[in-house]
């Protein structure tokens, strides 16, 4: 069994206009056409059995018809996360609505969304986030679209932590992408998730195996963060890796399965 919690899928219409320009920011090519129909059957092929599919209302006037979309598309295999842009003034009722919807969690992207995640806007954003019990992925660490300015440091991802204990943190990229020596110092043994979006690409294998044992297994979910990286590869990075079983097993689908509550 096999769960991806950070894949990207996009509206038909949209996803070669969108994966263009992403492409163009991330000077990184893109893997599967974006869309539905696409990425699952890539999905398929890279040995996936379910996933998260994480959307980002990069507008305020986006969020409504996103998460309307993402509740359409989702399925036994594609469990949808929606999205609400902090600048919004609905963007608390916009949650109410997204676990109204049955979407499985909430991401925020603090770069595209042009906001750091410790900033005193967001707090009452998390506080509805907490009552209403959805996970929440946030990316974390460094970002190509402003790769000087972290706009979700480990540091402040452990303030949020701090903060907001009820909250469901799944901090993608380990916590920190390419920021691993402050994720490991700082994040490891937080009461949160990680995931391991891009770790084959950009961690190292002994500190991805010390931040997962630091970490405990049990929170640590697989992620890809497909378009951009192969399901199949990640999976192939962490088979290589010291873990035993058991921890494979927690990251491949245990962990997944009891966060989204899936009946596996």
């Known amino acids: ?73 989702q ?73 000087n300015l972290a706009h979700a440091t480990p540091k402040a991802v452990a303030r949020i932590a701090d903060l907001f204990p009820r909250m469901k943190i799944i901090a993608a990229h380990l916590g920190g992408m390419v920021m691993y020596d402050e994720a490991e110092e700082l994040l490891a043994g937080k009461n949160i998730y990680l995931d391991t979006a891009m770790s084959a690409r950009l961690c190292p294998s002994e500190q991805f195996e010390r931040i997962v044992k630091k970490h405990g297994s049990e929170r640590i979910l697989f992620g890809s963060d497909c378009p951009w990286s192969r399901s199949c590869d990640e999976f192939e990075y962490i088979e290589k890796t010291r873990l035993s079983t058991e921890e494979k097993e927690n990251i491949y689908w245990r962990n997944a399965a009891r966060l989204l509550s899936l009946d596996i």
């Open 1 to 73: 069994m096999l769960i991806d919690m950070h894949v990207h899928i996009f509206p038909d219409k949209l996803a070669k206009r969108a994966l263009t320009n992403l492409a163009r920011v991330c000077k990184c090519q893109y893997l599967t056409d974006g869309t539905v129909s696409g990425t699952s059957e890539k999905l398929r092929e890279w040995g996936v059995d379910a996933c998260a599919a994480l959307s980002i209302a990069t507008k305020p006037t986006q969020q409504t018809s996103l998460n309307n979309w993402a509740a359409s598309v």
């Open 75 to 147: 399925n036994e295999r594609i469990h949808c996360f929606g999205s609400v842009h902090p600048d919004s003034p609905h963007a608390v009722e916009e949650l109410k609505r997204i676990k109204l919807l049955g979407l499985r969690g909430v991401k925020l992207h603090p770069d595209y969304q042009n906001f750091f995640i410790d900033e005193a806007k967001m707090f009452p954003i998390y506080e509805a986030i907490s009552e209403l019990g959805l996970p929440v992925t946030f990316h974390t660490g460094r970002d190509p679209l402003s790769p």
